[in-house]
């Protein structure tokens, strides 16, 4: 059983529209990531976010994303007016106080644009 | 240069067989490594860890070399269940994972 759910599992979204994907921790954690992997290509750093704010971005990150963790519980990954080349799996992930610790994956959300 | 750097592969072996993997890293600011396993369109899952000293989980064994800023990945009596996409990963010590394009590693009967 994954310690992250995401939702959806899969996501098909016209073109220009805004998509929400989410994060729901089993266990109160605070150290949460957003990685991408586009088919056939490696998994990409987005973001981390610690303690409800963002610690460190990658170039990917641009104004067309954002990260928020709304109610304390889900952790949420908005992506707007978004383009094909979105298309991807995006893949939460949940870390400790402990950097040196390995991450753990939830099974990811497939977001295909039309 | 890429930060991580895997093996090309595709690595196609006998059940059986001993088959090792290799990685190199650009930053020597890494502080943590790791071997994750994906399967295809699934998410990344833990392997091990790697420590300097070197570790060993059953079939599997890994290495690190800081000097040489190189990680390795030895699986031995391979399984056809083994077959997988193979992920070198390295974090910094602000916790961001940054991953090699993966080695494919299938095992035939």
């Known amino acids: 059983e994954p310690e992250v759910t995401q939702t959806p599992s899969h996501q098909v979204t016209q073109m220009g529209q805004e998509v929400i994907l989410r994060c729901v921790p089993i266990?109160?954690?605070?150290?949460f990531y957003w990685y991408r992997q586009i088919l056939g290509q490696k998994v990409e750093f987005l973001v981390s976010?610690?303690?409800?704010?963002?610690?460190?971005k990658s170039e990917i990150f641009d104004d067309q994303f954002s990260v928020e963790r709304p109610d304390g519980s889900n952790f949420t990954l908005k992506i707007r007016s978004t383009k094909l080349e979105d298309s991807a799996m995006y893949f939460c992930?949940?870390?400790?106080?402990?950097?040196?610790?390995?991450?753990?994956f939830g099974d990811g959300t497939r977001l295909s644009i039309l | 240069r890429k930060e991580v750097e895997q093996d090309p592969g595709p690595f196609n072996v006998p059940e059986g067989a001993t088959v090792a993997f290799n990685c190199t890293y650009s930053?020597?600011?890494?502080?943590?490594f790791f071997w994750y396993r994906q399967d295809c369109r699934k998410e990344p899952k833990l392997l091990m860890s790697?420590?300097?000293s070197g570790n060993e989980d059953g079939r599997f064994t890994a290495q690190l070399n800081r000097a040489s800023q190189y990680i390795s990945l030895l699986i031995r009596d391979s399984k056809l269940s083994d077959s997988a996409t193979y992920l070198c990963?390295?974090?910094?010590?602000?916790?961001?994972?940054?991953f090699g394009d993966g080695t494919t590693l299938t095992v035939k009967p």
């Open positions: 992930a949940r870390g400790t106080a402990d950097r040196t610790q390995p991450q753990h």
């Open positions: 266990s109160n954690h605070l150290y």
């Open positions: 976010f610690y303690n409800n704010e963002i610690s460190e």
């Open positions: 930053n020597s600011a890494s502080q943590s």
């Open positions: 790697v420590y300097s």
């Open positions: 990963v390295v974090n910094t010590n602000a916790g961001k994972s940054t």
